[in-house]
């Protein structure tokens, strides 16, 4: 069974600093891109970042550019997010997601809550 | 790349049709056949229902259905159920010279 399972998220003050982790189990983690889709409370979904298979390739929505990173380690099955400079704009449900064929988000984690908040 | 343009909400009775629609440009829904779909309920997260347009994943009803024409997506809901009532996002690829994916603000589906 396909599993994501974010964590590391919580509350930040303004300017400060978070990294997300998404485990995954279940599948060849090494095979897939992967993604982080972040929903602000009550509002609709934002796509983030996306990194390929290796590691070799990221990008991100112009939001996030220049302060998340996105990066992934194939030896333990983990995602990542490492969030600096954070903005109350940033409060949000941040998900990982896996890319079945083109874009197509086919497994979620159940999201983890970021909240940046003085 | 803004977002893709989804009504607010849209509402029938249960056994009726609705049909969603997704607004977007000819840089993203008009020039690639890459429109998803995601069902989410309330404090859960998106379930895909429909991918490359029109392709349900393995065990999504064939009450769901997926198009698109220009550059607008639609999804269909026929034989409407109480379950169906939840929020539902388009999604595209938006990429030309960079890789990049836009969400549509999402529509909220009420079962009468």
């Known amino acids: 069974e396909v599993q994501l399972v974010e964590s590391g998220g919580g509350l930040v003050q303004p300017g400060g600093s978070l990294r997300l982790s998404c485990a995954a189990s279940?599948?060849?983690?090494?095979?897939?891109?992967m993604h982080w889709v972040r929903q602000a409370p009550g509002k609709g979904l934002v796509w983030v970042s996306r990194?390929?298979?290796?590691?070799?390739?990221?990008s991100y929505a112009d939001s996030v550019k220049g302060r998340f990173t996105i990066s992934r380690d194939n030896a333990k099955n983990t995602l990542y997010l490492q969030m600096n400079s954070l903005r109350a704009e940033d409060t949000a449900v941040y998900y990982c997601a896996r890319e079945y064929g083109e874009t197509n988000f086919d497994y979620w984690g159940q999201g983890t809550l970021v909240t940046v908040s003085s | 790349q803004s977002a893709l343009t989804q009504p607010a909400s849209v509402s029938g009775s249960p056994g009726q049709s609705i049909t969603i629609s997704c607004t977007g440009t000819s840089s993203d829904v008009g020039s690639y056949n890459l429109v998803s779909w995601y069902q989410q309920h309330p404090g859960k997260a998106p379930k895909l229902m429909i991918y490359e347009g029109s392709k349900r994943p393995s065990g999504v009803s064939n009450r769901f259905s997926g198009s698109k024409s220009g550059n607008t997506a639609s999804l269909t809901i026929s034989g409407l159920q109480a379950e169906d009532e939840a929020d539902y996002y388009c999604?595209?690829?938006?990429?030309?010279?960079?890789?990049?994916?836009?969400f549509g603000g999402g529509t909220k589906l009420t079962v009468l």
């Open positions: 279940g599948f060849t983690f090494s095979s897939y891109w």
């Open positions: 999604c595209s690829y938006a990429g030309s010279s960079t890789f990049y994916v836009v």
């Open positions: 990194i390929n298979s290796d590691g070799s390739s990221t």
